[in-house]
C-alpha cells in the first residue's frame, strides 16, 4: 500500500491562537506515537497561519489515526477556535522518490 500525505490548514483567531497552538501541539506529541504515522508535522506561515503535514504508512493508518481519542477530542473542538474551516487536502504519490 501507498503512502498517504495531508495537509491541513488553519487559520485561528487572534483570540483563540493560544489555546489552539495547544490543541494542535497535544496532537503532534500523541499523533506521532501512532504507529502508522510517520510524519506530523506543524507550520506556520508569513500571514500566522499553520499548516500541519502528515505522513501516515497507508490508508488504514490514517483511519486508524481518525479514530483515536485525542483526534476525535480535537475534532470536537477545534472549529470554534478558527476563522474559517479547516483546509484539508489528501494526497497519494504519483512518482515520489523513496
Same mark, same amino acid.
Request: charged share 30%.
Given at each position: 500500500?501507498?503512502?498517504? =500525505?495531508?495537509?491541513?490548514?488553519?487559520?485561528?483567531?487572534?483570540?483563540?491562537?493560544?489555546?489552539?497552538?495547544?490543541?494542535?501541539?497535544?496532537? =503532534?506529541?500523541?499523533?506521532?506515537?501512532?504507529?502508522?504515522?510517520?510524519?506530523?508535522?506543524?507550520?506556520?506561515?508569513?500571514?500566522?497561519?499553520? %499548516?500541519?503535514?502528515?505522513?501516515?504508512?497507508?490508508?488504514?493508518?490514517?483511519?486508524?489515526?481518525?479514530?483515536?481519542? %485525542?483526534?476525535?477530542?480535537?475534532?470536537?473542538?477545534?472549529?470554534?477556535?478558527?476563522?474559517?474551516?479547516?483546509?484539508?487536502?489528501?494526497?497519494?504519490?504519483?512518482? =515520489?522518490?523513496?
Amino acid at each position: 500500500m501507498a503512502r498517504i =500525505v495531508v495537509f491541513a490548514s488553519f487559520k485561528p483567531a487572534p483570540s483563540t491562537r493560544d489555546e489552539f497552538i495547544a490543541l494542535i501541539e497535544t496532537m =503532534v506529541d500523541k499523533s506521532r506515537q501512532e504507529p502508522g504515522c510517520e510524519r506530523y508535522d506543524l507550520y506556520e506561515d508569513e500571514n500566522a497561519g499553520l %499548516h500541519l503535514y502528515e505522513v501516515y504508512a497507508d490508508e488504514k493508518a490514517l483511519q486508524e489515526h481518525r479514530e483515536t481519542e %485525542h483526534y476525535v477530542t480535537y475534532r470536537a473542538l477545534v472549529d470554534d477556535l478558527l476563522t474559517e474551516g479547516i483546509h484539508v487536502t489528501i494526497l497519494k504519490g504519483v512518482d =515520489v522518490a523513496p
